[in-house]
């Protein structure tokens, strides 16, 4: 019987065990405070770029450790088991830096990747905009040609770890007649004149990492920042998502884990009625019941990476779009119930921020949305299945 090409090998496993050792000790004694205080944890990214654990995904040439898709998703997965806002922080970096892998000249991807492998900035994504999320192509951030530059303009919301992360990938639209394929994608660093970052919206969950605006105004960049050719943006834009929705999926497997490891650990040792409530079937039922969607979710969700690597690799996967749109929507309603269910099975004690798993439910409920919502997932898997 041959393995499925998605099964972690036995260097997955050591890498899940390096991650969590460092999730345990490092990340997760401080997870509580980070959302309490609302604070971008950066002594967490310091112990992840001193373990190459920021942007595993960046490949050897440009200083990375090379991971492929299934090993970025155990990373993260690990990660968001302790802390969902830190997980952000490998997410993000390959969200940000996937359209220059699929799209970006050779000296691009030198420039910028570089910098990111080494931990000296990270890399955010800015296509949303307030009009314009689910319908992205209606953006109305504008680049104009100036000689050898462009000079950009618009204002680009909901953007994760904006004002931490050095550099963005931002989709503007070039040729306003042209509808999408009127749509570029571009590098702009934090440090360029006229860019600045709206005030640190107020949310529900992943507190700890920055979600912001950035502004535009009048930013006059050199023309080979261009990711790709001209209207080729939008085109990328939707080509990475088919690869970060799978690491959206993975963000909510760690988050269902973690509050399923708490939930099994805390029904063993609280007692009712003169016995453990573990020993109850009716919560033994919502325990085989929340472990049976997380490891269906996890399942689709490495099956969908092996077809990221593939694709990556330049191999034809007519089905990747259908499979990450899967996972990300599979393991995100999960994520939402297991938490939601964690909650319960600690009554009263997982209502209080005493115990980590209200922050986890709330945590979870981002993964429904970010990266399309799960009502446009099913509106993609659809597309796919009727084609």
């Known amino acids: 019987m041959s393995v499925p090409l998605y099964s972690p090998s036995e260097e997955h496993e050591m890498l899940r065990e390096a991650v969590r050792a460092l999730a345990d000790e490092k990340i997760a004694p401080r997870a509580a405070a980070a959302d309490e205080n609302e604070e971008f944890p950066a002594d967490v990214?310091?112990?992840?770029?001193?373990?190459?654990?920021?942007?595993?995904?960046?490949?050897?040439?440009?200083?990375?450790?090379?991971?492929?898709?299934?090993?970025?998703?155990?990373?993260?997965?690990?990660?968001?088991?302790?802390?969902?806002s830190s997980s952000l922080i490998p997410a993000v970096n390959k969200l940000g830096t996937v359209p220059l892998l699929l799209s970006a000249s050779e000296e691009l991807k030198t420039q910028y990747l570089t910098p990111v492998a080494r931990g000296d900035g990270m890399f955010s994504y800015a296509l949303s905009e307030a009009d314009a999320g689910s319908d992205a192509a209606a953006m109305k951030t504008r680049a104009v040609p100036d000689g050898d530059h462009y000079i950009l303009n618009g204002t680009k919301s909901w953007i994760t770890n904006a004002g931490i992360s050095e550099y963005y990938t931002?989709?503007?639209?070039?040729?306003?007649?042209?509808?999408?394929?009127?749509?570029?994608?571009?590098?702009?660093?934090?440090?360029?004149?006229?860019?600045?970052?709206?005030?640190?919206?107020?949310?529900?969950?992943?507190?700890?990492?920055?979600?912001?605006?950035?502004?535009?105004?009048?930013?006059?960049?050199?023309?080979?920042?261009?990711?790709?050719?001209?209207?080729?943006?939008?085109?990328?834009a939707l080509a990475t998502l088919d690869h970060t929705r799978i690491t959206i999926a993975a963000q909510a497997l760690g988050i269902a884990q973690g509050a399923l490891d708490?939930?099994?650990?805390?029904?063993?040792?609280?007692?009712?009625?003169?016995?453990?409530?573990?020993?109850?079937?009716?919560?033994?039922?919502?325990?085989?019941?929340?472990?049976?969607?997380?490891?269906?979710?996890?399942?689709?969700?490495?099956?969908?990476?092996?077809?990221?690597?593939?694709?990556?690799?330049?191999?034809?996967?007519?089905?990747?779009?259908?499979?990450?749109?899967?996972?990300?929507?599979?393991?995100?309603d999960a994520a939402m119930d297991i938490t939601t269910d964690a909650v319960q099975l600690l009554g009263g004690y997982g209502y209080t921020r005493d115990y980590p798993v209200e922050r986890m439910m709330r945590d979870a409920k981002i993964t429904q949305i970010y990266e399309g919502t799960n009502q446009i997932q099913r509106m993609v898997m659809a597309r796919q299945l009727l084609k």
């Open 170 to 236: 931002v989709m503007a639209v070039t040729d306003p007649t042209a509808g999408p394929r009127g749509i570029s994608a571009f590098v702009v660093e934090k440090s360029d004149e006229g860019v600045s970052f709206g005030p640190k919206e107020k949310k529900l969950g992943i507190k700890a990492s920055p979600t912001r605006q950035v502004i535009l105004n009048n930013v006059r960049i050199p023309a080979t920042r261009m990711i790709g050719a001209p209207g080729t943006g939008f085109k990328t």
């Open 262 to 332: 708490y939930a099994i650990g805390y029904v063993k040792q609280r007692k009712q009625f003169g016995r453990p409530i573990a020993d109850f079937q009716g919560l033994q039922f919502m325990i085989a019941d929340m472990a049976m969607k997380l490891e269906s979710a996890r399942q689709l969700t490495y099956a969908a990476a092996a077809k990221s690597d593939l694709a990556m690799h330049g191999t034809p996967v007519k089905d990747l779009t259908f499979f990450s749109s899967a996972a990300k929507c599979a393991a995100s």
């Open 45 to 84: 990214y310091k112990d992840l770029v001193a373990a190459d654990f920021h942007a595993v995904h960046i490949p050897e040439e440009y200083g990375g450790a090379g991971a492929d898709a299934l090993a970025t998703v155990i990373v993260i997965e690990e990660i968001a088991r302790a802390c969902a």
